[in-house]
Structure formats: C-alpha cells, structure tokens
C-alpha cells in the first residue's frame, strides 16, 4: 500500500498511526497538495490527502473511508473501534468533533496563507467553532478515569483527538490558549510519547500572520 500526503496534516497522520497499531506496512509519498498537485491528481482528482493506494491499484480516499477500510482488513475484534451499536457512535462522535476541529485549524491556516485580504468574520467563526469544540472534548475528557478515551486500548478516537490537537497547538499558537484544557492537553501528551506516533511526526510551520 502506499500512503499518500505529509504527517503535518492530522488526518494523514492519523491514518499512519492506525496503520502501525495494525502492524500494516505502506510505502509513504509526502507529496504536497500544492506543490505536488500533479503527482496526486490521479489518483485522486479532488488532489486532496490522505490518499491510500492498494496493491490492487484501488485508491481510498478521506480519512474515515480509509480508516474504516482499514477496519475491515483488521477484523471485528481487532478494529479500534467498537462494531456497532451506542459505544460505536459514541467513539464516532468524538471522533467527528476531533476531525472538525482539525478541519477549522486548516481552515484558518489556507485563510492566513491564501488570501491577501482576509475575512476577520471567517478567521473569528473558525476560532470559535475550535474553542466550543475544545471545551465540549475538554468536560468530556475530564470525566473520564482511564487512559483512554473508551475501553482499556487505545481507539480511533484517542489517536484522532491526539493529532487534531497536536495539530492545533502548532498551527495557531497565538488562537490555541493550552491553560484553558488542561484534562485535554495531559491525556493527548501522554500519546504523543508513544513510539506509534513519534514515528510520524511532521513539525508544522505555521505561515506568519499577516502573510
């Protein structure tokens, strides 16, 4: 399999520590959805990441597609997350919460680094969505005793909320006020020490404010 895009995007990065937890080996093209449009646009024509290529020549597209491709191939009692029912939707759930505040976070980076004139009322909903969504995963998490966010393994949502945040801190260091999660910021530290992820790990270098 090769998997396509670079580790400083959540998504892509979440892909890959999913792959390591299953023990499947892919081949890795840290291709750029700009600089690389070319390369990706066959395999994928919205030319956008992640991009999971099969040995077959088949391409799975989108995070959750390939994550729940992914999930098949490692069977019901393997998968990293629950098969059905008020504990699947409820790890579903977190998940979309985390995969929406990585889609904000993107969103304000493309806003900064796109457009000369930037739309404050835009920048200020993108803010405020990230913070509402924080302070929902902020009161959830600090009622929760175990080490994950459900179960007693690690799960598509702990990995999912982990890269969104990581993701988060880095891009908007001036928006992200780290005092203000505290429950949050100690249980996704604690992941970001494993070697599954310190194995893809891509620094993100936020573009200057007013670029």
């Known amino acids: ?12 990065r979440r892909v890959a520590i999913a792959m390591s937890f299953y023990g499947i ?8 959805v700009f ?4 390369k990706l646009a066959p395999f994928n024509p ?15 597209i989108e995070s959750a597609y390939i994550l729940d491709y992914l999930d098949e191939l490692a069977g019901a009692e393997n998968a990293l997350i629950p098969a059905a029912g008020a504990a699947r939707r409820e790890a579903l759930k977190v998940c979309a919460l985390a995969c929406g505040l990585g889609d904000k976070a993107v969103s304000l980076v493309y806003e900064r680094l796109l457009h000369k004139e930037k739309s404050e009322v835009w920048m200020s909903r993108c803010a405020t969505q990230m913070d509402a969504v924080l302070d929902a995963l902020e009161t959830d998490r600090a009622q929760r005793d175990g080490a994950f966010w459900f179960g ?5 949502a702990d990995i999912a909320v982990a890269c969104a945040l990581q993701f988060a801190r880095e891009a908007h260091p001036s928006v992200f006020t780290a005092p203000r999660w505290p429950a949050l910021i100690a249980y996704a530290d604690k992941f ?14 936020p573009p200057p404010e007013n670029s």
């Open 1 to 12: 399999m090769i998997l396509i895009g670079q580790y400083d995007s959540p998504f892509v």
């Open 25 to 32: 080996t892919f081949e890795h093209r840290p291709w750029s």
């Open 35 to 38: 600089r690389d449009t070319a």
């Open 46 to 60: 919205l030319t956008r990441v992640p991009t999971l290529v099969l040995d077959s020549g088949e391409t799975v």
């Open 152 to 156: 007693d393994k690690i799960g598509h």
């Open 192 to 205: 970001e020490e494993l070697p599954e992820f310190k194995s893809f790990v891509q620094v993100f270098s």
